[in-house]
C-alpha cells in the first residue's frame, strides 16, 4: 500500500501532481484509494497501468488456462 506521493513517484510523478489529476486519472479507471486506510494499492495501479498502456490484463480464471 501507498501513500499519495509514493504512488505518485511510483508512477515517475509527485504526490502533487497525482493530487492535481487524480479526477482525471480515476475518469480513466484509475484505482481509488483504499476507502478506510486512505492509501493507494500498487497492484491496482499495476493493472491499470498494464490495461491502459497497452499489455493484456487476465482475470485469475483465464490466466490458469493458460498454465
Do not use: C
Not at 506521493?5 to 480515476?26: K, T
Not at 491499470?48 to 483465464?62: H, I, M, P, Q
Amino acid at each position: 500500500m501507498l501513500t499519495r506521493p509514493q504512488a505518485g513517484a511510483y508512477m515517475g510523478r509527485s504526490g502533487q501532481w497525482l493530487a492535481d489529476h487524480e479526477a482525471e486519472l480515476r475518469a480513466e479507471g484509475f484505482p481509488a484509494p483504499h476507502p478506510v486506510l486512505g492509501l493507494y494499492d500498487r497492484k491496482a495501479i499495476d493493472d491499470w497501468l498494464d490495461a491502459t498502456g497497452g499489455r493484456k490484463v487476465y482475470a485469475s480464471a483465464e490466466a490458469e488456462e493458460w498454465n
